[in-house]
């Protein structure tokens, strides 16, 4: 994959998925905006996806 393919991946994903998400807007609330990003860092599967896409998007840059 190249470094621009991947930053659209997480461009879509992020728009899609994450903005205006009720569990996170809910989170936020409860728990406070480092709660919620923890939330989706740890257990959230687009966080995962996420995730897995900045570590592909650093061996893109690593090369």
Known sequence: MD??????EIDEMM???CE???VKNQLR????????????IESCTIGE???FLGEE????YTK
């Open 20 to 22: 205006g998400c009720f």
């Open 3 to 8: 470094k621009v393919t991947v930053i659209k």
């Open 49 to 51: 996806q996420l995730h």
């Open 29 to 40: 609330k409860d728990r406070g905006k480092s709660g919620a990003h923890r939330f989706c």
């Open 15 to 17: 728009e899609n998925y």
């Open 57 to 60: 998007l650093l061996k893109v």
